[in-house]
């Protein structure tokens, strides 16, 4: 048993991840090649290797014939009856190889040969390991800047994180542990070449299904994603469980599932929305946090024209149009927004409107964009969370959670507590039927005796 070689090849398929007989194969083309190096040709050499013990024998067969022409491919009649006196003419004669008697230079082809085969089914196996998670985060160490790229280690194999996959503002540190989408893995002669991204819409969705059972079960499903990095991202979700909130779900308790990603986004806003297949309810939804009046959407052109009060125009085009742009994306509409003041000058209002409206919009849209807002206008509107500015306490009152400091607090199950109406009939509704001042305080003179 050649014990030597076979701990050799044990320690390589452990290290390397190369089958063992994958390395067997690579050591008989090389005993071939080395033997064509040193004899000129080896069409008629053979190998016999054990699998097992990784024992091996060289020869060379040889045709007996009465004279000789090629002393490498054939053998006199005579020198074959001395090694054994059975052989007749045209019998195949098979003469040991000692591999010892190679030259130099054989030797050292053959130890390249090896080498190198090493080398490309190392490149394979890194290759076939990262390619199937293509499409898919990964976690990397930086190592350095170069340039303005960043080295990143991803185990078995660097990745160069380039500038325009780079969120802009993000700065790393050596060491730094950080989450990439792998967008493309190349084979290459010098191995793999790996496309990582920070800027990808895809990396918010992976980090959603890392982070969200339901998205990873599928009972979540994440509709579209808008996403302008390191500023504000908008995705849609739907559920397939009636009983499963699903922005609830991407959400989780106290908002720990959104932080979570949030935080690994370096503070990068997300609006979650519920997905609807009425493409004006979904428009209405993208839009938010800002409120709509009416969506009038043609499916036909991908078009939509949206009118918001006139108090709320800039909120729903947004910073520098970034809102507007967004929910364009997420819809796949072209989005056009009006205020109430625009929509009646350009005849999509009738004149009168205002005085129409007077009454019943200015109960509903006098409440600033503050508290209150995830009360009955939520239920109404199924309007999206800023889950990056939400308190905690807003994100569990919306799902019914009772916690400390909450507006839940004044209120028990039936509505009030401690004779405090409850935060929905003090924002929206007024005071309830059957609330009336607290009595009169009555002072009663007492008898000292």
């Not at 005849?347 to 964009?369: T, W």
Request: hydrophobic residues 35%.
């Amino acid at each position: 048993m050649n014990t030597e070689l076979l701990d050799a090849l044990n320690i390589l398929e452990q290290e390397k991840e190369i089958s063992k007989e994958t390395l067997l194969d690579a050591i008989e083309n090389s005993l071939l090649n080395a033997c064509k190096n040193h004899f000129g040709k080896a069409d008629n050499v053979r190998v016999i290797m054990d699998r097992t013990t990784c024992d091996y024998q060289l020869f060379a067969e040889k045709v007996v014939v009465e004279e000789v022409e090629d002393k490498l491919e054939q053998i006199s009649l005579e020198e074959a009856r001395e090694k054994d006196g059975k052989y007749e003419l045209g019998d195949i004669v098979r003469i040991p190889i000692e591999s010892k008697s190679f030259g130099r230079i054989a030797t050292q082809n053959a130890k390249n040969l090896i080498l190198q085969k090493i080398r490309e089914e190392e490149r394979k196996v890194v290759y076939d390991q990262y390619f199937e998670k293509e499409k898919d985060i990964i976690t990397g160490i930086v190592q350095r800047y170069v340039g303005r790229n960043v080295s990143i280690n991803l185990g078995k194999a660097d990745a160069m994180l380039t500038e325009n996959e780079q969120v802009k503002g993000e700065v790393f540190k050596p060491t730094e542990r950080i989450k990439l989408y792998i967008v493309e893995v190349k084979n290459t002669p010098k191995g793999p070449k790996i496309l990582v991204s920070r800027t990808h819409p895809e990396l918010v969705k992976r980090l959603f299904e890392a982070e969200v059972t339901e998205v990873k079960d599928g009972i979540v499903e994440i509709k579209s994603i808008a996403r302008e990095a390191g500023s504000r991202t908008k995705i849609a979700v739907w559920s397939n469980d009636p009983d499963v909130d699903p922005v609830g779900a991407c959400v989780g308790m106290n908002g720990s599932r959104v932080n979570t990603i949030v935080s690994e986004l370096r503070g990068e806003k997300i609006d979650i929305i519920n997905w609807s297949d009425n493409p004006a309810i979904l428009i209405e939804n993208a839009l938010s946090p800002a409120k709509v009046i009416s969506v009038m959407a043609d499916p036909d052109e991908k078009t939509a024209g949206v009118i918001v009060p006139d108090y709320q125009l800039s909120l729903a085009i947004g910073k520098e149009g970034q809102n507007a742009r967004l929910a364009a994306r997420l819809t796949g509409y072209k989005i056009d927004i009006k205020s109430e003041t625009q929509a009646i000058e350009s005849g999509d209002l009738p004149e009168n409107y205002l005085e129409m409206s007077e009454g019943v919009f200015e109960s509903e849209y006098e409440e600033p964009y503050e508290e209150g807002y995830e009360g009955e206008y939520e239920e109404e509107y199924d309007d999206a969370y800023d889950l990056s500015s939400y308190e905690a306490e807003d994100q569990e009152a919306s799902y019914g959670e009772e916690f400390e400091g909450s507006a839940d607090e004044l209120h028990d199950e039936e509505g009030t507590k401690d004779g405090y109406p409850s935060c929905d009939e003090e924002a929206y509704a007024g005071e309830p039927d059957g609330y009336e001042d607290e009595d009169e305080i009555v002072f009663e003179e007492i008898d000292e005796e």
